[in-house]
DNA sequence: CGCTTGACCGGAA
DNA sequence: ATTCCGGCCAAGC
């Protein structure tokens, strides 16, 4: 064995965009949570993953089919990360009923719960 | 085949 | 609060 360290990215990649598409209108998700969700590959020392995961899922978005609501996507800073495109990413966002504070998202009101959680709570609260 | 860059994160200065 | 640094993978040139 040498060092191969995913045996398939493309299908890590895989389940990043599955991941991804579970993500309902209204919520987002940060890349480190799509990476804590992900199983870690056998192949990989957890050690790795915990500190790279989250990087290979930028790769993995980098490169997401169109059918992956890429913009829900978002660093764990609650902030789009920079990048051409960033502005129609927040435009996308904002389309969907979440509320940028200078630059930035609360996590704690539209952050994704994870797989299961269908549908926001309270989505409409404006004003 | 080698070097550079990147849609990240967490901790430290 | 902001800026820098280490971690060490995948893809592009």
């Known amino acids: 064995m040498a060092n191969p ?6 299908q890590f990649y895989e389940q990043v965009w599955q991941l991804a598409r579970q993500v309902p209108a209204g919520r987002v998700a940060t890349y480190g949570q799509l990476a804590q969700l992900i199983p870690c590959p056998a192949d990989v020392a957890p050690d790795d993953y915990h500190a790279f995961g989250a990087r ?11 059918d992956v609501p890429w913009q829900r996507i978002i660093n764990s800073q609650g902030k789009i990360s920079p990048r051409p495109g960033a502005d129609t990413q927040r435009q996308l966002l904002e389309n969907e009923g979440i509320l940028f504070v200078k630059d930035r998202v609360d996590l704690k009101a539209y952050q994704w719960r994870g797989p299961g959680e269908a549908e926001p709570p309270r989505q409409a609260r404006l004003f």
Request: proline fraction near 18%.
């Open 56 to 66: 290979w899922v930028g790769t993995a978005m980098a490169a997401c089919p169109s």
């Open 5 to 10: 360290t995913l045996p398939n990215p493309q």
